[in-house]
C-alpha cells in the first residue's frame, strides 16, 4: 500500500452533499487506521490489522478511538453503533491504563510503545507519527500565561514518564527525554530533558520513529 497515495487522499470536504461528506469521512477513517497500522508494523493488509488489533494494546487504543470519532460524527451510527464502540473503547482504556478522548485531535501514524499512565487532555492537538510511551501527561493548567493545553507538531517522540502541560507548542521532529517536565514552547527538532525541560540539543526525534507516513 502506497503511504502518500493515502496522505493525498486524507482531506474532507465539509462543502460536499451529505452523502459525499459520509464517503469522505470513511475514507478518512480507513486512511488514520491504515496509517496508524503501518507505524506498528510497516505492513498494511488485513491480517496484520486482525493480529494487532487482537494481541497489541497499543493498536487496540488506537483503533477504537479512531472508530469511537468516526461513528459519532455520523448520523446513523451515532445512536446505533457508536454506543457499542465506546463501550468497549472504555473497557480497553480501563484495563490498559489509557485515557485519551476520542474527540481529540490526533494525526495519522499514532503509536503507543507502551500503555499504562498515558492521560491526554481531550482539546490537545497532536501531530502525524507520535510516538506515546508509559506514564506521560499531555494536559492543561487553568491560570497564569500558559493558561490552556499543547498543541504538538509531526514526528514528535514523548519518553516515559514526560508531562506536557500548558498552552505551549511543541515543534515538528521534538523527542521529550524520560521524565521531562516541559512548561515552554520547543522549537523544531529540539531535545528537550529535565525539570523543568530545557533543550540540550537539535537533533530532535531522529532514530526514535520508524515506519513513518
Not at 14 to 21: M, R, T
Not at 42 to 52: A, S, V
Not at 157 to 179: E, L, Q, R
Request: charged letters at 20%; hydrophobic letters at 40%.
Amino acid at each position: 500500500m502506497n503511504i502518500q497515495s493515502l496522505l493525498r487522499n486524507s482531506k474532507i470536504t465539509k462543502l460536499l452533499p451529505i452523502e459525499q461528506q459520509i464517503k469522505k469521512k470513511f475514507s478518512h477513517f480507513l486512511f488514520l487506521v491504515k496509517s496508524d497500522l503501518y507505524r506498528y508494523h510497516g505492513k498494511i493488509n488485513w491480517f496484520t490489522f486482525f493480529r494487532l488489533l487482537i494481541f497489541h494494546p497499543g493498536f487496540k487504543i488506537t483503533f477504537w478511538k479512531r472508530a469511537c470519532k468516526y461513528l459519532h460524527g455520523h448520523p446513523i451510527f451515532r445512536v446505533t453503533l457508536f454506543p457499542i464502540a465506546r463501550l468497549i473503547y472504555h473497557l480497553r482504556s480501563t484495563r490498559f491504563g489509557v485515557e485519551i478522548p476520542f474527540r481529540t485531535e490526533i494525526g495519522p501514524g499514532l503509536y503507543i510503545g507502551h500503555y499504562h499512565g498515558i492521560v491526554i487532555h481531550h482539546k490537545s492537538v497532536i501531530g502525524k507519527n507520535c510516538n506515546l510511551m508509559q506514564g506521560i501527561t499531555i494536559g492543561s493548567t487553568f491560570r497564569g500565561e500558559k493558561k490552556g493545553v499543547p498543541v504538538i507538531g509531526d514526528n514528535a517522540f514523548i519518553g516515559s514518564g514526560a508531562k506536557v502541560v500548558g498552552n505551549i507548542t511543541v515543534g515538528n521532529h521534538v523527542a521529550v527525554g524520560a521524565n521531562c517536565v516541559v512548561l515552554d514552547d520547543v522549537p523544531d527538532n529540539g531535545v528537550v530533558v529535565g525539570i523543568p525541560g530545557k533543550v540540550v540539543s537539535d537533533k530532535g526525534s531522529e532514530g526514535y520513529l520508524k515506519n513513518l507516513v
